[in-house]
């Protein structure tokens, strides 16, 4: 059966610390994509990033960065050098090749960061 | 850029009540989903569509109704609402497939007393 798993709850930083917020999922498809999804305190849900199961490249974006395993079946995000504007509610999601977009959530961490 | 756009964006029934959330998007995307957002548990899907006349349920469609007459459209309606409906709703829609974004509306958030 297909599931995400994002163990973390809460996290909570101080301005300029580095954090990582890690996501594990489980699928028997060969295709697949993940996602992270970002919902700031207004509500709405952004989407920061979509990895297929083939490329196992990690990826950087500015302080973002992203670390996909598949031997272990993680998809972990790390900002570098947090702030207040990144705290948020971050959800990862995996989506299997034949089933039509449908998103699979974790259960999503709230990243508070202090100044 | 309207995007996805949901109405309302707060509501407040009362039990055995009946509703619609609305749900438009102008980005003409063939894929469209709702999912229900409850504390502590992520996104649940409820129902979503493929395309004008397609629905199907998801993973928590019991008590809910959608309908989808046009590409732009997909309203969920709620017809006895109970107290186990009170959640945040979220309407997404998406050009398609398995690697596709998806755009999601603001969220409706709907409490059942």
């Known amino acids: 059966a297909q599931k995400v798993t994002q163990a973390q709850t809460e996290i909570s930083v101080v301005e300029k610390e580095d954090v990582t917020l890690d996501c594990v999922y489980e699928?028997?498809?060969?295709?697949?994509?993940l996602f992270w999804y970002k919902q700031p305190p207004s509500g709405e849900l952004v989407f920061l990033i979509r990895?297929?199961?083939?490329?196992?490249q990690n990826e950087i974006s500015g302080r973002y960065s992203w670390n996909f395993q598949k031997s272990t079946s993680s998809f972990n995000f790390t900002i570098t050098a947090s702030q207040v504007v990144d705290s948020a509610v971050y959800f990862c999601?995996?989506?299997?090749?034949?089933?039509?977009?449908?998103?699979?959530f974790g259960q999503g961490t709230e990243l508070s960061v202090k100044p | 850029n309207a995007g996805v756009t949901q109405t309302p964006k707060f509501r407040i029934l009362k039990i055995g009540q009946s509703m619609t959330l609305q749900c438009t998007q102008d980005m003409n995307h063939n894929y469209m989903y709702w999912y229900r957002q409850d504390p502590g548990m992520g996104l649940k899907l409820i129902y979503y569509s493929v395309g004008a006349g397609i629905t199907d349920k998801g993973e928590v469609p019991n008590g809910y109704n959608v309908s989808r007459s046009t590409t732009e459209d997909f309203p969920l309606r709620l017809e006895l609402a109970a107290p186990s409906q009170t959640s945040v709703y979220f309407c997404a829609s998406s050009p398609g497939g398995a690697r596709a974004e998806a755009f999601f509306g603001q969220g409706t958030r709907l409490t059942v007393v």
């Open positions: 990895r297929n199961s083939f490329d196992e």
């Open positions: 699928t028997r498809d060969t295709t697949y994509y």
């Open positions: 999601a995996l989506s299997e090749a034949d089933q039509g977009g449908k998103l699979i």
